[in-house]
């Protein structure tokens, strides 16, 4: 009986020896966002699927604490205030505004964002390559180069793309610079049409009038806020709009080519896993996704296009990866 009760007792420590080393092993991984849409679902789902392929899977040997701030940004700040106080092995913010709440909270805990436009001016990083301290990512910024070149696909000839966006914003005047440098090259003049604020939207859509020969739209939430009202602008005087965010497709505008946000994420999770495994944020590149990225999603939308007076190529249509009637 005794050489029993022996065996169980040991039976039970090596079970609770086995036990603590799995938990000292499981890594801890904080994951958040300001809102859920889709292309941030996709992006914390591809953060998973890189870590997965890297080695670091959930339930196995991490364990994901993830947070939405539902929009609120006071609840985004308590949110990175509860990350620090619980001293993860790394915090994944995704978006502009959750990695400045992350990076402004803590300088020690190492940190990769996601689907930031321009991380620089946003002043998470102070360059690109090896920026030093705690902090890498992703950015998510537009692919310029292809939706100038789909926007001549689709309108051959344009020489002045109108840009409607507010001045404020970070995201939209490096969009804006973006915008100049790859029209440049197509002797394209990108003439500027500031919206401080939502109300002054269709003021600056209407100045464009007869002025370009298509509109660009940023992904400026300002400008955005009010996107039926400027395409129903564009749809009455037939001048084509274009955006710099495909979901803006399904609102109206001609086209837009962009970003896979579930590869965004899986490059995301990539890096995240070179630091689990000992490297430091601070001497891994931060990564500009489209430059290599070649999956690109191309989406048009045919009854928009017909009532700005405007046919889609087949060229466009047969490659696109989807097309709303």
Known sequence: MKRVSRLALGLLTAVSLSSAALAADMKKVAISTIVEVPALVDTKNG????????????GKNIEVDYQNANGNMPTQQQIAKKFVGDNPDIIIPITTPTSQAVVGSTSEIPIVFATVTDPVKAKLITRYEKPGANVTGVSDAAPI?????????????????????????????ATLGWLKEQSAPHGIEVVESPAPTTNEVIIATKKLVGKVDAVYIPNDTTVVAALEAIVKVCQD????????????????????VGLNYFEVGKITGHMAARVLNGENPGDIDAIIAYKVLTDFKTIVNKGSAAEMGVTIPDSVLSRATQVIE
């Open 47 to 58: 953060i998973l699927a890189g870590l997965a392929e890297k080695g670091f899977e959930e």
């Open 237 to 256: 005087v037939d001048l084509p709009i274009f955006a710099g965010e495909t979901g803006a497709v399904e609102r109206g505008v001609i086209a837009s």
């Open 145 to 173: 180069k292809q939706q100038v070149d789909l926007m001549l696909e689709i309108v051959p000839g344009i020489k002045k793309i109108g840009f409607v966006y507010n001045p404020g914003l970070d995201n939209a005047l």
